[in-house]
């Protein structure tokens, strides 16, 4: 297909835990001579360095060191460039603790290193990092947690007022691995070169934000089936979307109940129509106040005014987005033994009890907000931690949660992996897109899709679809749903 094309990647993203990966390193460190691994690191490291450097040699390369195997891979690569002619200078910020065989590597290169006390110029270490061509981030390891330390903040506020790009090795130091949160000062990298497999704060906000550009360098991990984090890919997503076969027919395609709006709000039930139509099923039942709305801009819609129970057979529903206080229809709709996805007003009308007991798969949708209300927390605690709040959402209430934002995840009740969107963008964040959304997902839903997988594909192609949309100027709802067939065709393309 000719046209644009967003997020072509060979296969499946995986992230795992600290302690997987570590458990892994261990295997793999037992059947390899000593330091291998390090230098497999130290090399893809370099690699980064020097693609990003463009010439290496004359450059100023200045290496942010601490006491853990972070610092010797970045010493060791500093060895690297030092050798190819870069003028290296490595910072250590626990000279007694400095990875000794990476230290003596770069020293034999012909690099030097200082204390982070000592005095190299008027300007002294931050005025150092300042004028590289090229700041390494080796500060914290995987394991670190809470923030920077106190000395290391200074560097890293150098770091980001650098003419130069910043490396973060394997993570920007700072941030939380395992869950994506910041709870203090961090490096803000132009491009993180992690080693062996993503790791899950590469993937999340707010961590995501500082790692910049991710790049992976197989180190020759032996992984797990089942990783912590996963995020799909054009062939994944392209394996899930329905295709109609020749014997196919609206029915067998399914059909998708949409249950929104109301005289306040009818432009939520005509974009959550919108989306349906373009996700999969054969037809779209609409029930609700908004119906000549909907007819007058989508003629194709089967609607009813006799309510969820008398509309018609139906594979899947969608109830919710601007139904103000209809609490009557949410409560009819979750009474259906077909799937549901519950989004906006329907998350607030929704009693806890009645969705943990349904039988059907149930697929809920909130924002950040809606989240921390259902939660009883604030806000910012789940745009602080959102794996762990969507996490907990999926337990509590028995369902399947996508908590949409900067970064939208799905998780599963039962547990397993927890599922990333990496097609989203900023323009996305506009009235009515979250009503799409829930259109597009619940005709997946419809079209035979698992609550997981409707989920995810949903939020994929929905956010390809921002993409397209916008290509970097504002838009409306209205002109993501138009995108969604050009980004579907995208994906099987």
């Known amino acids: 297909m000719a046209g644009r094309s967003y997020g072509k990647?060979?296969?499946?993203?995986?992230?795992?835990?600290?302690?997987?990966?570590?458990?892994?390193?261990?295997?793999l460190m037992?059947?390899?001579?000593?330091?291998?691994?390090?230098?497999?690191?130290?090399?893809?490291?370099?690699?980064?360095?020097?693609?990003?450097?463009?010439?290496?040699?004359?450059s100023r390369v200045v290496l942010l060191v601490g006491s853990g195997d972070n610092g010797g891979d970045a010493l060791f690569a500093g060895a690297r460039l030092a050798r190819r002619g870069a003028g290296v200078t490595a910072v250590l910020l626990a000279p007694e603790r400095a990875h000794a065989a990476g230290l003596a590597a770069l020293r034999r290169a012909g690099g030097r290193a200082v204390g982070v006390g000592e005095a190299v110029g008027a300007g002294g270490v931050e005025e150092l990092v300042e004028r590289a061509d090229l700041v390494v981030d080796g500060i914290v390891g995987i394991g670190g947690k809470g923030g920077l330390r106190p000395d290391a903040v200074p560097l890293a506020a150098a770091a980001e007022r650098s003419r130069g790009a910043v490396v973060a090795v394997d993570l920007p130091s700072g941030v939380d691995v395992d869950t994506g949160e910041v709870r203090g000062a961090a490096v803000r990298a132009d491009l993180t070169v992690t080693f062996g497999t993503h790791k899950p704060g590469l993937l999340i906000d707010p961590a995501r934000e500082y790692a910049g550009s991710v790049r992976l360098v197989d180190i020759g991990l032996e992984l797990p089936v089942e990783p912590?984090?996963?995020?799909?890919?054009?062939?994944?997503?392209?394996?899930?979307?329905?295709?109609?076969?020749?014997?196919?027919?609206?029915?067998?395609?399914?059909?998708?109940?949409?249950?929104?709006?109301?005289?306040?709000?009818?432009?939520?039930?005509?974009?959550?129509?919108?989306?349906?139509?373009?996700?999969?099923?054969?037809?779209?039942?609409?029930?609700?106040?908004?119906?000549?709305?909907?007819?007058?801009?989508?003629?194709?819609?089967?609607?009813?005014d006799q309510g969820p129970k008398h509309a018609g057979r139906v594979q899947a529903w969608v109830v919710g987005p601007g139904a103000g206080d209809?609490?009557?229809?949410?409560?009819?709709?979750?009474?259906?033994?077909?799937?549901?996805?519950?989004?906006?007003?329907?998350?607030?009308?929704?009693?806890?009890?009645?969705?943990?007991?349904?039988?059907?798969?149930?697929?809920?949708?909130?924002?950040?907000?809606?989240?921390?209300?259902?939660?009883?927390?604030?806000?910012?605690?789940?745009?602080?931690?959102?794996?762990?709040?969507?996490r907990e959402l999926a337990g509590r209430y028995g369902a399947t949660v996508l908590l949409k934002g900067s970064t939208t995840l799905v998780a599963d009740s039962g547990g397993g992996a927890v599922r990333v969107n990496p097609t989203g963008t900023s323009w996305l964040a506009t009235a009515g897109s979250g009503d799409v959304l829930s259109g597009l997902a619940g005709s997946l839903l419809a079209a035979g899709l698992s609550a997981v997988d409707a989920g995810s594909a949903g939020a994929y192609v929905h956010g390809l679809a921002g993409r397209l949309a916008?290509?970097?100027?504002?838009?409306?709802?209205?002109?993501?749903?138009?995108?969604?067939?050009?980004a579907w065709r995208n994906v099987l393309g």
């Open 30 to 58: 037992a059947r390899l001579p000593e330091g291998a691994l390090m230098q497999r690191a130290a090399a893809g490291l370099a690699a980064a360095c020097a693609d990003l450097l463009g010439r290496v040699y004359g």
């Open 326 to 390: 209809d609490a009557a229809t949410v409560g009819e709709v979750l009474a259906a033994e077909v799937p549901v996805l519950i989004d906006a007003d329907g998350l607030r009308l929704a009693d806890a009890g009645v969705v943990r007991g349904r039988r059907a798969p149930t697929l809920m949708t909130p924002h950040a907000g809606e989240a921390a209300a259902l939660l009883g927390v604030e806000r910012g605690e789940v745009e602080g931690a959102r794996l762990a709040a969507v």
């Open 470 to 486: 916008a290509e970097g100027a504002p838009v409306g709802a209205h002109d993501v749903a138009a995108a969604i067939p050009e």
């Open 228 to 304: 912590e984090l996963e995020a799909l890919q054009h062939v994944d997503v392209a394996r899930l979307l329905p295709v109609p076969r020749a014997e196919s027919d609206k029915y067998r395609r399914g059909v998708v109940g949409i249950a929104a709006g109301s005289a306040r709000y009818p432009g939520a039930a005509v974009l959550a129509v919108a989306g349906a139509l373009r996700g999969g099923a054969g037809a779209v039942r609409y029930v609700g106040p908004a119906a000549d709305a909907v007819i007058a801009r989508f003629p194709e819609t089967l609607v009813s």
């Open 9 to 27: 990647l060979d296969r499946m993203r995986s992230a795992y835990s600290v302690e997987t990966v570590r458990t892994a390193e261990r295997e």
